[in-house]
């Protein structure tokens, strides 16, 4: 079964410094790269390596960046028959720095993702078993995405980042919520969220009896939340080289598994696997691992 995502993608320029810039102050990179990404492209690819047939929805500009990113996502085998070019509007690009220790700081400049409307979703394919979607795309398109006509027996997911107040209003047409813990503190009103046991707090996003919500913990693993129960998964242990995709592997990574039959207790730890492995190389897109890097990890930490 397929995977539908609707999403960014950017153009990334990647800065690696030694630490990263406080307010005011100018540092120096001692190397630049120009990669894939954007959470919706960085996802697709994640999944698509994971095995699971994707079409991606959104939107590049008329321009070189967008033709680099289309190219990219077809070498991934991604269906982009769904993305539109769009003139007189740049591809969607990230700026990000790098420290020594893999932790970043990014601006975004939407671009055409930005520019995505209602009126550029196509209705989903017979064959898609997963919706998934970030809050990179504006909310029109997104709630016209998740509509409940187009649920279906379909899961619909979405990666409700970055965390903006706004999106609380499409937690209604999703059946998996998956934030960080970050993400889950600004939309519960600020709550510190560093336990297992602060990730309950989840229940107060939940709209109906039949909703998850999946937290991220980062080098703590992730728990999955329900009305009535919660399973928690460790994180793979691993040293990160940057984790500038990890979290969106996690997310790619997640919904493949489901596609494929996997149920959410079953796939969540090799999730943990998957944004571990992608913790060992720069970027977003060229940093996803395929399925076989994924189960060659859990073998060795078995």
């Known amino acids: 079964m397929s995977i539908e995502i609707l999403g960014s993608i950017n153009v990334d320029i990647v800065a690696s410094v030694d630490m990263l810039p406080r307010g005011g102050e100018t540092v120096l990179a001692h190397a630049t790269q120009r990669l894939a990404g954007g959470k919706g492209a960085n996802q697709a690819v994640a999944a698509s390596r994971m095995g699971a047939p994707v079409r ?18 077809r070498d991934d085998a991604i269906d982009c028959s769904a993305v539109s070019v769009l003139d007189g509007v740049p591809t969607g690009a990230a700026y990000i720095a790098v420290d020594a220790e893999g932790e970043n700081q990014i601006i975004v400049a939407p671009g055409a ?33 998740f509509a409940p006509e187009n649920a279906g027996d379909r899961l619909r997911i979405l990666n409700a980042a970055p965390a903006i107040d706004a999106g609380a209003d499409l937690f209604d047409n999703v059946d998996v919520l998956i934030v960080n813990q970050h993400e889950l503190a600004q939309y519960c009103g ?10 309950f707090i989840a229940r107060e996003l939940m709209k109906r009896p039949d909703q998850c919500v999946v937290v991220t913990l980062g080098a703590a693993g992730a728990c999955a939340v329900w009305p009535d129960d919660h399973f928690y998964a460790r994180a793979f242990k691993i040293t990160p080289v940057d984790t500038i995709g990890a979290g969106d592997c996690f997310v790619g990574a997640l919904a493949a598994l489901l596609a494929q039959g996997c149920v959410l ?20 897109v060229p940093a996803m691992p395929n399925r076989a890097a994924v189960e060659a990890a859990l073998k060795e930490q078995a």
């Open 56 to 73: 991606m929805i959104g939107a590049i500009g008329a321009d070189e960046g967008g033709e680099f990113m289309a190219a990219t996502l």
């Open 113 to 145: 993702n930005g520019a995505v409307t209602p009126q550029i979703i196509p209705a989903p394919q017979e064959s898609s078993r997963i919706l998934l979607s970030q809050l990179e795309i504006p909310l029109p398109a997104l709630a016209a995405f």
């Open 190 to 199: 600020g709550v510190l969220v560093e336990r297992v046991e602060d990730t």
């Open 265 to 284: 207790k079953e796939a969540l730890p090799i999730a943990n696997a998957a944004a571990a492995q992608a913790t060992q190389k720069a970027g977003g």
